[in-house]
């Protein structure tokens, strides 16, 4: 997508803010030859090619704090349900996982049940797309842990909807790319926190014994907790460096992992990184249930590497490493991230094109995979996931750097997800992208499948003019011309005097 500037930003100060503005971008709803201008909700900046702008419009900046006022002053309220007990927590749709956790964690000893790995994201942000981490095989993505909803419509209508009220509305907008509505007010299940975490990671140099495991771990989701891992997921190793600087609180620099000493024939480590959770109570049976636990298991003997550490730090691991690329100017580069779900049927399929043919021996960044259960997923919500009853994450989180070698640099990187994307369409490997990004409406029909319908109808219903979150390009807005769009943002911005 081309960079583009908004004519103004909105720092909402409450929901009325979002409210007036959609309103006004809507216009007379009877006249159907009048148009406003498009919004797009911004949370903390994290889409991947612009998705979050508008060219055309309106941004409206849910979790900066510069000038957000209705952040700096709107607190999360606890509540429980009175039948079940269940608690929960309603926040707005600006606010930061990791602000979710640090004032329920530290006022009640609660936290949320299902986490993305990075916390600097905004809860619509998640919710828009899906929210998944290694606790998903248990869990289900952070929108199967929702229970209600407050949404501004493309109508400017603000509505509360849940699987019981205004339920189309409710399952659209979760994983809906923002094309319903924006996400003012989310309740989301809380569970009681646990005070620490074993953290293991074991190396696998077979990819079908690795992922024979792995499927093994997720099947474990209907056990007892003493039973289970918390959490399951890996990584792709395909470059010596990259073992020894996962994270250093797992190898000794005096004594280094070496890809050629562990004889993975085709220079390629599988690493599985699972978790156990505990507290004061469990303590002195953690180490037994882990033991019984990695017996099941086939790693290579003596790479199991294990730390203890707070719940807490565990969850907000990624933080500590952006903070060590940021010093040294490695943060702030162009990310040509690649999520794709993988059928679990092709995976070895896909093993055997991807890591151990198109990616060479260099890879810029992380190569994530982990399995999820299918049944964990809503299918009433407008997430597309393969047909099958489990599937993969794939994520190559690369970064791209203007100096270094010539296969780190942004084009390179892009070429080679292209490569990736045909490997798969010409090999019949059914993949379906996670954070998706296309360019044409076809495209999207073609991602969406059988839900296009359905999403069609849901865009007529909740945002009949296609102002919302243009960025996704997925539909065109309704108004005659661009100018017109301009002159009504720009009385608006002077109106409203943002």
């Excluded at 583009?4 to 009877?30: I, Q």
């Excluded at 609180?249 to 699972?274: A, D, M, R, W």
């Excluded at 190559?396 to 798969?424: V, Y």
């Amino acid at each position: 997508m081309n960079w583009v500037e908004p004519l103004a930003v909105l720092h909402p100060g409450s929901v009325n803010d979002v409210m007036s503005l959609v309103k006004s971008a809507y216009g007379d709803s009877t006249e159907s030859s009048r148009g406003g201008f498009t919004v797009s909700a911004r949370g903390h900046g994290h889409s991947l090619n612009g998705q979050a702008q508008t060219g055309n419009g309106i941004v409206i900046d849910m979790s900066g704090f510069k000038g957000n006022r209705f952040r700096k002053t709107t607190k999360p309220v606890l509540g429980f349900f009175n039948k079940t007990g269940e608690k929960y927590v309603d926040v707005w749709g600006g606010e930061l996982w990791i602000d979710v956790l640090n004032w329920s964690l530290q006022k009640y000893g609660l936290a949320p049940k299902s986490w993305t790995d990075y916390l600097y994201l905004s809860v619509g942000g998640t919710l828009s797309n899906a929210g998944i981490s290694g606790q998903a095989f248990n869990h289900g993505p952070q929108i199967s842990n929702v229970y209600e909803l407050d949404v501004v419509t493309g109508k400017g209508e603000l509505m509360t909807c849940s699987e019981d009220k205004n339920s189309e509305l409710f399952h659209g907008v979760l994983g809906g790319l923002g094309q319903f509505g924006i996400i003012t007010r989310a309740r989301i299940a809380l569970e009681q926190a646990p005070q620490r975490v074993r953290w293991i990671r074991v190396l696998y140099s077979d990819f079908t014994v690795f992922t024979n495991d792995q499927e093994y771990l997720i099947s474990l989701h209907g056990k007892p907790s003493s039973e289970k891992f918390d959490y399951v997921e890996g990584f792709v190793i395909v470059e010596e460096g990259l073992v020894n600087n996962w994270r250093s609180s797992f190898f000794s620099p005096s004594n280094p992992i070496k890809i050629s000493s562990l004889n993975t024939g085709e220079g390629v480590l599988y690493c599985l990184e699972i978790t156990k959770n505990y507290d004061e109570s469990t303590a002195n049976t953690i180490d037994k249930e882990v033991e019984a636990l990695l017996k099941k298991l086939n790693f290579i003997p003596s790479t199991v590497f294990t730390t203890d550490l707070p719940y807490v730090d565990f969850l907000d691991r990624v933080h500590k490493a952006e903070l060590k690329l940021r010093s040294k100017g490695l943060w702030d580069v162009p990310h040509p991230w690649l999520n794709l779900f993988v059928p679990k049927s092709r995976i070895a399929d896909f093993d055997r094109g991807v890591f151990k043919a198109i990616l060479g021996n260099k890879t810029s960044g992380p190569i994530l995979i982990y399995p999820m259960n299918r049944h964990k997923w809503d299918q009433k919500s407008s997430v597309v996931i393969p047909d099958e009853d489990t599937f993969y994450l794939v994520a190559l989180l690369r970064s791209a750097l203007d100096f270094g070698e010539e296969t780190q640099t942004l084009d390179h990187l892009s070429n080679q997800n292209h490569q990736i994307l045909k490997f798969c369409n010409e090999t019949g490997i059914k993949v379906k992208q996670y954070l998706p990004n296309y360019n044409t409406q076809e495209e999207w029909k073609n991602h969406f499948g059988d839900k296009w319908n359905l999403f069609l109808n849901r865009k007529m219903a909740f945002d009949p003019k296609h102002i919302l979150a243009t960025g996704q390009q997925i539909f065109q807005p309704s108004f005659i011309s661009s100018r017109g769009m301009h002159q009504n943002a720009k009385q608006w911005e002077r109106r409203k005097h943002l």
